[in-house]
């Protein structure tokens, strides 16, 4: 029942979808220009660099937000071997909230910028291996998707690791993998979310995003 609760507070906290707030303060619904995709990627380039800031900005705020209610009101009150699977599970929750709001007919965004909220909830070490994962191949090739498998790839690597190596806290055995399966379920959940970007990838079409490239508009947009 715990883990539900959890689930169900990083689920209204995702619900609040930045991009489609801002889109329609600036007189455009996000999902029907550029990719169609309420995130962080296509409001920056349908409006621009401040766009995207402010929407990933506030797309990692929610995800901190509810983690730092289940820390603040539950992780005190249960074992300290189900903290960071209750974080986990938060950020479950407003990963699903972002990428399935039921108002906006269960078409949000692909969770990217709500999963940065819980890196930089858990571990510094985690923060460090994502920025090197996400901006290497960003600044390099130019592919915000491929930067944002990697980071996946990386979390899960990290999160076996560092559980196997005692830094996450003592937890038992179960916990342990308990733990991995909600990782892997959240990195399957990202994957399956650009499966259209990792055929465009494999294939050499995907698209290239630079951070300060000229708007395109929403008249421009693909």
Known sequence: MIRLLCIVIGYV???FQTAFIYGKMHGIDIRNVGSGNAGTTNT??????K???????GDILKTMLAIGIVKLFICPIQPDGMRYILIYYTALGAILGHNFPFYMGFKGGKGIAATAGLIFSINPWFILV???????????LHYVSLGSL?????FVIQTVVMGEMGMLGTMTRPELIELYIIAIVL?????WRHRSNIVKLLNGTERKTYLFNKPEGHENAE
């Open 13 to 15: 906290c995702g619900l």
């Open 44 to 49: 920056l380039r349908v409006l621009g660099t």
């Open 51 to 57: 766009a995207g800031l402010i929407v990933l900005l």
């Open 130 to 140: 994502g920025v090197i994962m996400f901006f290497t191949p960003f600044f390099t």
């Open 150 to 154: 990697l980071v996946y790839l990386g």
């Open 187 to 191: 990195m399957a959940m990202a994957y």
